[in-house]
RNA sequence: GGGGCUGUAGCUCAGUUGGUUAGAGUGCCGGUCUGUCACACCGGAGGCCGCGGGUUCGAGUCCCGUCAGCCCCGCCA
């Protein structure tokens, strides 16, 4: 292929095809980088070796017109190597040209010159087949392809059975919005497709299927993010007679098989913090370990200063808690205020800090701190300590949002590269903070901690659950649960969540019937594809690593979806639209642009 | 649903205080060129300044609305 000829190669006769990259025309001579899958290959076209034809027709060549050649391998002459390319040492002297299919300047370039910058990302969907030319997408793509097939071969190799489920599923009441189906056959009634395959693989599981994975397809209908497609990929595992040690062995495997496929460095370790713990020592519950900064409670230490701030906060039932940042000294005041800017917009009135150096405290807190204060919060010559005080709901985020930002600022190296861990035993529930309903913390089938079983009625805010989630580099890219395999728990957390008898039956009712059939005790987790593949090839945005994204607004650009349809086609689900634009013709095209 | 940024030639961008003929690079078209690789050189074409309205003697520039893309909040069990 294209990309794979070198010195070794000198002398073989070859036919290839591919794009025109970008040609050269000298006058007497013409080169031609001709591309491929595989990379990029110049072809020379002369009066000495191609035939006349031929040669007329490579002075004509246009950008991504499809050719095949016809030539002998041979090497360039010295002076003519070219270094940055793979095959820069062989050139293809063609005898014969034929162009396959020529192509119109494209919309887009594909080739970029040093230091041109990518056309716009509206431009770049609009043009998508065009875009996916370009040697970092392919990359990603390829990258993405190896992931999976590491994944589907380590998880076969680990005895799971990949097992298609529905995507025409039954809508469900919770959670995300569904996208909706609506059903020809049963005009009235309508399809969801599925957020995830959470119920069909507990079902499964029912069923004795004791090791299953899919990558699967979910889709929700919310709004979007750069890190957030409506439709996006999972590796979705459920194993039968587990705890979730042995979730966690099985992932902390698949990570280092995806580590190896991807080419990166796998993880020295894999850390386990609690839920509380980490919302505790780090103000999120994903943290980036990749800088040893943690959050420290420092009322006793600071409680009686003479700072109004902090002894209001106290006295007001707060703490006050602060950031050693080792070295922070060396930061500037506009580097503490860009800090101080990441706390306010997680809701804080403002940090108060203090940096010692060469013995001396400067900074607001530099007045209420004696000597004696520095030792008590462990502030060494040339740190700096950032302080917030107040309510913790408040101070953990403003805290947790400075940690890696004020490590990356000290310039001092990471840690560690890559930091993966576990985070456990999150809350089974979470308040509904407009109505002080109680909403389910990760999804209603996780199962509580069996410690805190007996607070499930006095206390269930208190009640810790079997979930966890995987987090890299403070991202979270997985999220997993023992789940409830006893009807009668079951049906308990659905009534805790305010769900009736009636309404359980006929919305959970075929997933209780199974569990009341001889459901093992079972759990898994899913990671989510497009966010590994993201972090993997170093993408700011999903839609880099996906063949066809939609846009912030879950447009297509390329293909024009969503679009209207006929009425003949509403007739036909017996359906009406109230959209303005309703009924147009079944030209995708035009539902694109306004 | 809300906030912010962006929208000028095929592409990437500049465009002064609101001023008369809207520029550059690249691509494209034509020409010269036998060792280029961002080929070089000469010449040329190419504009609904996103769209609609307003202010003004005059709008790419100011105001209002709208559309599209991106980022964020809400939302994402």
């Known amino acids: 292929m294209v990309g794979s000829l070198r010195k070794g190669n000198k002398g073989e006769e070859v036919m290839l095809s591919g794009w025109v990259h970008r040609r050269r025309d000298l006058g007497g001579l013409v080169f031609v980088d001709l591309r491929d899958r595989t990379g990029l290959l110049q072809l020379s076209f002369g009066p000495e070796d191609t035939d006349e034809q031929s040669l007329a027709a490579a002075h004509r060549l246009g950008s991504e017109d499809v050719i095949q050649v016809e030539g002998e391998v041979v090497l360039r002459p010295p002076e003519a190597r070219n270094s940055e390319l793979a095959t820069g040492d062989v050139e293809v002297r063609v005898r014969r040209l034929t162009v396959l299919n020529g192509a119109r300047t494209p919309a887009i370039p594909v080739h970029l010159g040093q230091g041109e910058e990518l056309p716009s990302e509206e431009l770049r969907l609009r043009n998508r087949h065009l875009?996916?030319?370009?040697?970092?997408?392919?990359?990603?793509?390829?990258?993405?392809?190896?992931?999976?097939?590491?994944?589907?071969n380590y998880l076969d190799r680990e005895g799971f059975l990949e097992i298609e489920t529905p995507i025409l599923t039954r809508p469900t009441?919770?959670?995300?919005?569904?996208?909706?189906?609506?059903?020809r056959v049963h005009p009235g009634e309508f399809y969801a497709l599925p957020q995830s395959p959470q119920i069909y693989k507990q079902i499964l599981m029912a069923a004795g299927y004791d090791r299953y994975f899919q990558i699967a397809r979910c889709f929700r209908d919310e709004d979007l993010r750069a890190d957030r497609q409506p439709e996006f990929t999972q590796i979705d595992v459920e194993a039968s007679f587990v705890e979730p040690d042995d979730i966690f062995a099985w992932i902390e495997g698949l990570v280092e098989v995806l580590c190896e496929a991807g080419g990166l460095e796998g993880p020295d370790s894999f850390s386990r913090v609690t839920y509380a713990e980490a919302l505790e020592r780090f103000g999120t519950d994903r943290p980036d370990l990749r800088f040893d900064l943690t959050i420290e409670d420092w009322t006793s230490a600071l409680g009686d200063s003479e700072s109004r701030i902090l002894r209001g906060a106290v006295e007001g039932g707060g703490r006050i808690r602060g950031v050693r940042v080792p070295a922070g000294a060396e930061l500037s005041r506009r580097q503490i205020e860009e800090l101080e800017g990441l706390a306010k917009a997680e809701g804080a009135p403002g940090l108060l800090w203090l940096k010692r150096s060469s013995g001396e405290a400067t900074g607001p807190l530099?007045?209420?701190?004696?000597?004696?204060?520095?030792?008590?919060?462990?502030v060494e010559d040339g740190d700096l300590a950032l302080v917030a005080a107040g309510e913790d709901r408040v101070t953990g985020p403003a805290l947790g949002a400075v940690l890696a930002p004020a490590g990356r600022l000290t310039r001092r190296p990471q840690v560690r590269q890559h930091a993966w861990l576990w985070v456990t035993d999150f809350p089974l529930f979470h308040e509904d903070e407009g109505t002080g309903a109680l909403v389910p913390g990760h999804h209603p089938f996780v199962l509580p901690h069996p410690e805190d079983l007996d607070r499930l009625e006095e206390d269930p805010l208190a009640v810790r659950s079997l979930a966890y989630d995987l987090v890299y580099n403070g991202a979270e890219l997985g999220s997993g649960s023992i789940r409830i395999h006893d009807p009668e728990l079951q049906r308990t957390i659905l009534n805790a969540l305010g769900l009736q008898g009636e309404e359980i039956d006929r919305k959970f009712g075929f997933l209780l019937e199974a569990l009341g059939s001889g459901a093992p005790p079972h759990g898994g987790i899913a990671l989510g594809v497009d966010r590994i593949a993201k972090d993997f090839v170093g993408a700011s945005s999903l839609r880099d690593v996906i063949a066809f994204p939609k846009t912030t607004a879950a447009r297509a650009l390329f293909e024009g979806a969503p679009a209207p349809v006929t009425s003949g086609e509403l007739e036909a689900l017996q359906l009406e639209s109230r959209g303005h634009r309703a009924a147009g013709g079944d030209d995708p095209a035009s539902a694109g642009s306004a």
């Open 366 to 378: 530099a007045r209420f701190l004696p000597e004696s204060g520095l030792g008590r919060i462990g």
């Open 131 to 152: 875009d996916l030319r370009r040697t970092k997408l392919r990359d990603n793509l390829e990258l993405r392809h190896r992931l999976v097939l590491a994944v589907r």
């Open 173 to 183: 009441p919770e959670g995300a919005r569904d996208y909706i189906v609506p059903s």
